[in-house]
């Protein structure tokens, strides 16, 4: 089981795109890039869930890691996802109330 | 329906719990009355609980396997995931803060059990100091029935 994740610049914004299943296994390599990423200075992100399979509460650590640890750099972190799936974790967490989602890139990136 | 029984050991390494969501998705999908979406939330638990199970044997530092059994029968799918771990108090889970809260961003773990509870329609965790069994179970509905 792999895990892509794919990174392109969108104006102000960097684009995450993710692929595939996020679980314990997967989640590590996530955290990392996304650590990453903020590193190297980029910190208005846009993770697109898009291409997930599955995404478990590990899935969300990372993700809420992610947005705390951009906050903390006057940045910020939303996600693009429209899957009744994903959404649901996200639901069922109470996690829609802390992360902007959008339907698609496009919306996100030009959402401010 | 006849009651089937699969068991499933794996070792308590992160790589396997994928193997667990597959076996659960291949015994739940010979459970036509089952609808996808329900399948799905069943999986989601089941990986919740096997991650914890996981980590309960890394703090034990414990070579034993985790166990799963699946049972299908007229009521539903259920699945059973014991482990050999410390063992935790089920009823003294810490709370998060409200989502409307800014310390809600310093917790990025503890809502594997919330979201069990959240995704299936029985769960029963029984723990003490020599491991946790945590029972889930979907049961068949109306709505699941297909024509």
């Given at each position: 089981m792999d895990l892509g994740l794919?990174?392109?610049?969108?104006?102000?914004?960097?684009?995450?795109?993710v692929r595939g299943e996020v679980d314990?296994y997967t989640?590590?390599k996530f955290?990392?890039?996304?650590?990453?990423?903020?590193?190297?200075?980029?910190?208005?992100?846009?993770?697109?869930?898009?291409g997930?399979d599955?995404?478990?509460?590990?899935?969300?650590?990372?993700?809420?890691?992610?947005?705390?640890?951009?906050?903390?750099?006057?940045?910020?972190?939303?996600?693009?996802?429209?899957?009744?799936?994903?959404?649901?974790?996200?639901?069922?967490?109470?996690?829609?109330?802390?992360?902007?989602?959008?339907?698609?890139?496009?919306?996100?990136?030009?959402?401010? | 329906?006849?009651?089937?029984?699969?068991?499933?050991?794996?070792?308590?390494?992160?790589e396997?719990?994928a193997?667990?969501?597959?076996?659960?998705?291949?015994?739940?999908?010979?459970?036509?009355?089952?609808?996808?979406?329900?399948?799905?939330?069943?999986?989601?638990?089941?990986?919740?609980?096997?991650?914890?199970?996981?980590?309960?044997?890394?703090?034990?530092?414990?070579?034993?396997?985790?166990?799963?059994?699946?049972?299908?029968?007229?009521?539903?799918?259920?699945?059973?995931?014991?482990?050999?771990?410390?063992?935790?108090?089920?009823?003294?889970?810490?709370?998060?803060?409200?989502?409307?809260?800014?310390?809600?961003?310093?917790?990025?773990?503890?809502?594997?059990?919330?979201?069990?509870?959240?995704?299936?329609?029985?769960?029963?965790?029984?723990?003490?100091?020599?491991?946790?069994?945590?029972?889930?179970?979907?049961?068949?509905?109306?709505?699941?029935?297909?024509?």
């Amino acid at each position: 089981m792999d895990l892509g994740l794919d990174v392109k610049e969108q104006g102000k914004y960097t684009v995450l795109s993710v692929r595939g299943e996020v679980d314990v296994y997967t989640a590590p390599k996530f955290r990392e890039r996304l650590i990453e990423l903020v590193t190297e200075g980029k910190h208005q992100i846009v993770v697109d869930l898009e291409g997930v399979d599955f995404l478990d509460s590990t899935g969300l650590g990372v993700l809420v890691g992610g947005l705390k640890r951009l906050r903390s750099h006057d940045g910020d972190l939303v996600l693009v996802c429209t899957q009744s799936r994903i959404l649901k974790v996200f639901e069922f967490t109470g996690l829609t109330k802390v992360f902007a989602i959008h339907a698609s890139v496009e919306e996100a990136t030009s959402s401010s | 329906m006849a009651v089937e029984d699969v068991a499933l050991e794996i070792p308590a390494r992160a790589e396997f719990v994928a193997l667990a969501r597959l076996v659960v998705s291949a015994m739940a999908a010979t459970d036509i009355q089952l609808a996808d979406e329900r399948v799905d939330d069943l999986k989601l638990a089941v990986s919740e609980a096997c991650t914890n199970a996981i980590e309960a044997h890394g703090a034990a530092e414990t070579d034993e396997r985790v166990r799963l059994m699946c049972r299908a029968d007229d009521r539903g799918l259920e699945v059973r995931i014991e482990d050999q771990g410390p063992g935790f108090d089920p009823g003294r889970l810490p709370d998060h803060p409200p989502v409307t809260d800014p310390d809600r961003l310093k917790f990025e773990r503890g809502l594997g059990i919330p979201l069990i509870r959240a995704l299936v329609d029985e769960v029963e965790i029984t723990s003490s100091q020599s491991g946790t069994a945590v029972r889930l179970v979907m049961l068949h509905t109306t709505d699941d029935i297909v024509d």
